[in-house]
């Protein structure tokens, strides 16, 4: 059926070192929401992207979305063991189905 | 502003018990959404109540069901227990109904033995 997929699952990395997670969803989107889940927490919303191409920067946290609304990306520069969580996409897939989450990208920081 | 609220945080039954689980939403917010998630399958959308409607309802076996009170809290319903009904159990707010950006309250870590 109709999905959004994440990857990478895991992502190892030392601190310091960039990190990417990249989403695709097997229809358009009408937009796209990122979250964050710290361990043993619960998703918190980061950010929301509407517009095709669009481009939002947060901190030390870029977010895009793809020129056909179908695909996104986060990436985090330079990681800090702050950024330690499982980040999660989610687009409205389906229309009247809620919003359906990808698997998650769990970052796991090395010091 | 306090936030999403869920009640109880943990819960242990066995096979065949039912459940209630219950969320307070933001104050002002009137839609509630419930996800179930596991290691295995994620985070995934069980229903969406707005103003003590149903409006969209994930593909889950009608074991599960929910409802919205005139203050917007929200219960959701699992009777007879599975051992896959093991989950943590999400309930997440919004302002309006529809797709809106998500306040997730802490969960409800429900196990079933």
């Known amino acids: 059926g109709q999905q959004v997929m994440q990857i990478p699952q895991y992502q190892h990395v030392q601190e310091g070192e960039d990190f990417t997670t990249y989403c695709n969803s097997s229809?358009?989107?009408?937009?796209i929401q990122w979250y964050k889940q710290r361990p043993g927490g619960h998703p918190v919303f980061l950010i929301q992207?509407?517009?095709?191409?669009e481009v939002k920067k947060q901190k030390r946290l870029t977010f895009q979305f793809g020129e056909a609304k179908k695909n996104s990306s986060l990436h985090i520069t330079a990681t800090q063991t702050t950024d330690v969580g499982t980040y999660f996409c989610?687009?409205?897939?389906?229309?009247?189905?809620?919003?359906?989450f990808g698997k998650g990208t769990h970052l796991i920081i090395q010091p | 502003k306090a936030g999403v609220t869920q009640t109880p945080r943990y819960l242990i039954k066995t096979r065949g018990q039912q459940v209630t689980l219950s969320c307070s939403p933001i104050?002002?917010?009137?839609?509630v959404s419930w996800y179930q998630q596991t290691p295995g399958q994620g985070l995934q959308f069980l229903f969406e109540?707005?103003?003590?409607?149903?409006?969209n309802k994930g593909n889950f076996p009608g074991r599960f069901s929910g409802r919205q009170f005139s203050n917007s809290r929200s219960e959701m319903n699992v009777s007879t227990l599975e051992l896959g009904d093991s989950a943590l159990y999400l309930c997440?707010?919004?302002?309006?109904?529809?797709?809106?950006?998500?306040?997730f309250g802490n969960g409800t870590r429900l196990t079933v033995t």
């Open positions: 997440a707010s919004s302002s309006r109904g529809g797709i809106q950006t998500l306040h």
């Open positions: 229809t358009t989107l009408s937009n």
């Open positions: 992207l509407v517009k095709s191409g």
């Open positions: 989610a687009g409205p897939i389906g229309g009247a189905d809620g919003l359906t």
């Open positions: 104050s002002g917010h009137r839609s």
């Open positions: 109540y707005f103003s003590e409607t149903q409006r």
